[in-house]
């Protein structure tokens, strides 16, 4: 059975929002009218260019401006939709960007800072080995995953490489990265908002270091090797 997308994992926990519609200038004319009492005060509500209508069109605008404000907010506070101008640098410091693995520029563009917020919010309590993979995958790797003990076992032949340990119990906290992918600038399907050093893995191997147990050492391996 195929194995769910990272992105609609991410949507399922992090689910899209129902818009606000704001009304348009007549209809908040005509809901203010219909709110009015009936009698001779005021006849006039819908009455076309009276002044008493005239007003109510007034109060109209600014109840579409209030709307166009509140369209704005509700849009801007949910980060699939938030913006560098508005509330996206909040959801950055709510989950911890920049850190030492995410970094900002002036120069990131938005869709890739709400990546990195909607990735670090949603898929950071990693515990499994199948955790890891659907992370990596979300930033853009393919990656496979073993214990090192599962790389070296007990008897001949072995897998080359051999992954050496001191002992049986660091062997079997050992957790072996392997990118299924050659290592090569052009293999995102995104501009990534960070400075790479030797590679362009290195901001997956920051955020493993990271979430990795402390009692756990992290190999991380080539296509090749």
Known sequence: MAQPQPIEIVETIVPKQLDFVPFSDADNTQSLADNLPDGVLYRAKNIPNTNFRTFLAALALEIGRIEGMIEFIADDYYIWT???????????????????????????????????????????????????????????????ITSGTE?????????????????????????????????????????????????????????????KPAYCRIIFLYLGE
Do not use: Q, Y
């Open 82 to 144: 938030s913006t560098i101008s508005g509330l996206l640098p909040s959801w950055e410091r709510a989950v911890g960007i920049p850190d030492s693995c995410f970094k900002i520029t002036k120069e990131t563009p938005a869709e890739d800072r709400i990546r990195n917020v909607i990735g670090k919010f949603a898929l950071m309590n990693v515990v499994t080995r199948d955790d890891f993979k659907l992370l990596a995958e979300f930033f853009g790797f393919r990656i496979e």
């Open 151 to 211: 790389a070296n076992g007990n008897v001949f032949p072995l897998t080359f490489p051999i992954i050496f340990s001191n002992s049986l119990k660091e062997s079997k906290f050992t957790m072996i990265v392997k990118f299924l992918d050659k290592v090569n600038p052009n293999v995102f399907p995104f501009t990534f908002p960070i400075t790479f050093g030797d590679d362009e893995t290195s901001f997956l191997r920051c955020v493993f270091r990271k979430l």
